[in-house]
């Protein structure tokens, strides 16, 4: 089964993490409003970070696979550790391929929050643990922002609900995949990313983002078991014709808890 590196990992990696208790708390309550509880990408990375001795886990796929008739399916589990105010850092070892489970690599997201709903990050997705994987190794940097202001809040739960993140980075960023490349649509992307998600209905975001490949948009909301989120998210990727073969779709769900 053929990983999709261009969104698999990093969705479950941006996404999920920040959806654990806790993450999202860094910040004193009051004039400064909070991100919300929402997925704020589908394909690329945001800021803001596990920390504080949360434990994160989901599966996500895409069906099908760019170049193929296959869904395909990863796993990841993580931990995030440190204080954001001063440097978080994230950690998430992920299952490259469920159907075999032989495929590894791991990811590290270091993160601090800036104050005022804002952040910065850096980090690398696959540095490779195991034979035989297809991902491609991705350092990159990025600011994400929650927008401040009475008409970006949301009364009842105090949190932002317009955010973005701009970054760039190397790897998926910016290189194309083979199939990409003998299809004629070029070799190289932008290497610059961003993503943007609005909160509707006080219910769940909308989400927009370019990877530096191509375009997707979805939509995300959290659900809560007594203390415990379960963050869900699902959309469609891959929706120019600058990479891949075809619209496809991407899910994502996950879990997290504070140790």
Do not use: C
Request: glycine fraction near 14%; aromatic fraction near 10%; hydrophobic fraction near 40%.
């Amino acid at each position: 089964m053929k990983l999709s590196k261009n969104f698999l990992v990093p969705a479950l990696f941006g996404l999920l993490a920040l959806q654990a208790p806790d993450a999202r708390a860094v910040e004193p309550t009051g004039a400064v409003y909070l991100p919300n509880n929402y997925g704020k990408s589908l394909t690329t990375p945001v800021a803001w970070g596990a920390a504080n001795n949360v434990i994160f886990m989901g599966v996500g796929g895409t069906n099908p696979a760019p170049y193929t008739d296959e869904t395909d399916l990863a796993a990841v589990l993580g931990i995030g550790i440190g204080d954001a105010k001063k440097l978080g850092i994230q950690i998430a070892l992920v299952s490259l391929d469920m159907s075999e489970w032989d495929r590894y690599s791991m990811s590290l997201h270091l993160h601090h929050n800036l104050g005022s709903g804002n952040a910065f990050a850096a980090g690398v997705e696959n540095i490779m643990l195991s034979e035989g994987g297809d991902a491609e190794q991705s350092f990159y940097m990025v600011y994400s922002q929650g927008l401040q202001g009475d008409p970006f809040v949301n009364a009842e739960s105090g949190g932002s609900k317009l955010h973005f993140s701009i970054g760039a980075g190397t790897g998926r960023f910016g290189e194309k995949s083979p199939e990409d490349i003998a299809s004629g649509k070029g070799k190289h992307g932008t290497y610059v990313f961003g993503n943007i998600a609005y909160e509707v209905a006080e219910s769940f975001n909308v989400i927009a983002d370019w990877n530096g490949l191509n375009l997707n948009a979805g939509l995300s909301k959290t659900f809560w078991l007594g203390n415990m989120p379960i963050a869900a998210t699902v959309g469609a990727a891959d929706l120019t014709d600058n990479s891949g073969d075809g619209a496809r779709l991407v899910f994502a769900v996950g879990t997290g808890f504070k140790l």
